[in-house]
């Protein structure tokens, strides 16, 4: 079976461009998170979704971000316009709400480098 | 509020010596408790979990975990460890009122040959 898919894998931008991080769950799960992990924070709670509504996003940490869920197969997170502390590694996790056991299936996360 | 705490930031062995990852969260319920491991370059993968029943659950890799509801722990061992054990480790909790995981920030195994 598919894990969740993140796309791109690496990306390097310069300060001020808009950032675009992409994520498929896996089929059937009706949770989405967006995570964000740094040396200096650990891993980070952005946002979550929740049959693709989005329930909290305290986590995000300005308004330069933002996140989107269309559909029960596609998630974007959007930067713009990007800052070099920005740079991190962004993981986007899916699970099934179903027995409500905080089981997280993680992507391979996508690393940004703002320049 | 559910949390998390991983004392040891990094922890080194040597290969084929037995290992102990520390974790103790806080939590006033009977958690859902987690050990995800981080590969250099990849995302989390999940170790093992305990829900309920036996307080000792074992998981892949030939992990193990024990849940201890006196002391609030729920310590990660293996008793040889091997080199492509090194790896980030990350304990989480989790309930059934808020099906969120909360992460600790990690322990960092090194494995010597």
């Known amino acids: 079976d598919a894990g969740v898919i993140q796309s791109p894998r690496h990306e390097v931008t310069e300060m001020g461009q808009e950032v675009t991080l992409r994520c498929k769950p896996i089929s059937g799960h009706n949770s989405l998170f967006w995570y964000r992990q740094t040396m200096m924070r650990g891993l980070e709670l952005l946002i979550y979704?929740?049959?693709?509504?989005?329930?909290?996003d305290s986590g995000m940490p300005e308004d330069r971000f933002s996140a989107k869920m269309p559909n029960a197969s596609f998630s974007t997170l959007k930067i713009q316009p990007s800052e070099p502390r920005d740079s991190a590694v962004y993981f986007c996790?899916?699970?099934?709400?179903?027995?409500?056991?905080?089981?997280?299936?993680f992507g391979e996360g996508s690393r940004l480098t703002v320049l | 509020a559910q949390s998390v705490t991983q004392p040891d930031i990094h922890i080194t062995v040597s290969e084929g010596a037995s290992l102990e990852l520390r974790c103790n969260y806080s939590y006033g319920a009977t958690p859902y408790l987690f050990w995800y491991v981080q590969s250099p370059g990849q995302g989390l993968q999940l170790l093992l979990k305990y829900f309920s029943g036996d307080t000792l659950v074992q998981g892949i890799k030939g992990f193990e975990a024990e849940f201890k509801r006196s002391q609030s722990s729920f310590n990660l061992r293996k008793p040889s460890v091997h080199w492509s054990d090194a790896a980030e480790y990350f304990c989480?909790?989790?309930?059934?009122?808020?099906?969120?995981?909360?992460f600790g920030r990690g322990t960092s195994l090194i494995v010597h040959p």
């Open positions: 989480a909790v989790g309930s059934g009122g808020s099906y969120i995981p909360t």
């Open positions: 979704f929740n049959n693709n509504v989005p329930i909290d």
């Open positions: 996790a899916s699970s099934s709400v179903q027995g409500n056991t905080g089981e997280l299936f």
